[in-house]
Structures are given as structure tokens and as C-alpha cells.
């Protein structure tokens, strides 16, 4: 039988730079392919799925083992195009304790038990399922642009349950930094229950 294989953009150990788990070390998993692309998306590049970078599981599993890496961020591209259970079972099953975390726009179910950690960053061309709203979700992070997108925000989180105890974030976007920043500031103090995320990995200039 064929190996698993996924197309990876990018292999790299880093710290998280953004959202709740800010400042940990992580070993980021980059997958190509993606089919909402937003126009401010930083990630363009990984959009396209190419052929020749498609990587076997085993050699994915390889290059965590020999990092000797507790936390791994899934990432995009869209990783929930594409069933990451072989991926993540493998991940597990090597006994070192790591901790699965995945970014996604929630517009495909997330049903992999394995994964610890699920952050949803929805966007309007294509918005979360419900279903992920219901039972898979850690945190949402909404990128804010302009004014709009704090109604936006709210109307996402008005479908997380609340038994989810779910981390609510809002983030810059960072073309437009400057301008929505103070706007956040005083959107996040007259609504607690926001808290701000900031692209720290962009502002120490790290990958």
C-alpha cells in the first residue's frame, strides 16, 4: 500500500507568534493549498499545491524526532483540506508528548481527536461550519482590518458554545498596523472579552 504523503511548503522551528500560546517554541508545519485565499493573506506562497512537494509521513515523523520538539502548529495554506489523522497519530504514537496545535478557517470539519490545540481564524468568503463551532474550537483569532470586522468578530463568536471556554482574539492585520491598532486597543478595553494578538514573529523579525 502507497504511504501518506502531503504536499509541505516549509518546514521550521520557531516560536508561536501570535495568539494565546505567544512565545512558545514550535516546530511549524506549513501545508500548500488554499482555496479561500484573502487578499491580505501573508502566506500566498503556500496557496499552490505542487506536485514534487509532497513529503511521506515517515519523513515528516523524522524530522520532529530528531528536533526533539513538544509543541507542532499545523499550519497553511488550509490544512484541513486534507485528513491529517496518518499525520497525526504518527505524531503521538512516537511517545515524546507533543502537543498538536492546527490554524485553520474552520471551513472544513476538524474531527482528528488527536489534534490538542484548534485555533479558528474564520473569513468571510468562506465561513466556519458550525459544526467546528460547536465542538472544536480553542481559540478565535479574527483578523481586523477596518471598523466592519469588529462586527464580524462578534457575530463569530456569537456561535462558540459557551461550555467551550473558548479564547477569544483579535489581531492587526499587518499591512494596515498603524491605523486599526488604537482602534483595537480601545475596541478590546470597552470589551473585555477580547484580548489582543499581536505578530510578534513579524516585529523581532523571526521566521
Known amino acids: 500500500m502507497k504511504e501518506v504523503s502531503f504536499p509541505i511548503k516549509e518546514f521550521f522551528y520557531s516560536l508561536q507568534g501570535e495568539g494565546f500560546h505567544s512565545g512558545i517554541a514550535a516546530y511549524f508545519i506549513r501545508f500548500e493549498g488554499c482555496d479561500i485565499r484573502c487578499n491580505w493573506c501573508d502566506t500566498k506562497y503556500s496557496w499552490k499545491i505542487k506536485k514534487e512537494d509532497f513529503i511521506p509521513i515517515k519523513e515528516i515523523i ?23 489523522s496518518p499525520l497525526t497519530k504518527g505524531i503521538k504514537n512516537m511517545g515524546l508528548g507533543c502537543k498538536i496545535h492546527v490554524e485553520t478557517s474552520g471551513s472544513y470539519l476538524i474531527k482528528d481527536k488527536n489534534i490538542d490545540w484548534v485555533t479558528i481564524s474564520p473569513k468571510k468568503n468562506r465561513l466556519p461550519l458550525d459544526e467546528n463551532y460547536k465542538k472544536r474550537i480553542h481559540e478565535l483569532k479574527v483578523i481586523i482590518f477596518n471598523e466592519d470586522d469588529f462586527l464580524f468578530a462578534e457575530k463569530q463568536a456569537s456561535f ?8 477569544f482574539s483579535l489581531q492587526p492585520e499587518w499591512n494596515n498596523f498603524n491605523y486599526i491598532i488604537p482602534k483595537i486597543i480601545t475596541y478590546i478595553k470597552e470589551n473585555p472579552k477580547w484580548r489582543l494578538s499581536l505578530q510578534i514573529h513579524k516585529i523581532i523579525n523571526i521566521p
Open 62 to 84: 523524522a524530522n520532529i524526532r530528531r528536533k526533539k520538539v513538544k509543541n507542532i502548529i499545523i499550519t497553511g495554506g488550509e490544512p484541513m483540506m486534507w485528513d491529517l
Open 160 to 167: 462558540v458554545k459557551k461550555k467551550q471556554n473558548c479564547i
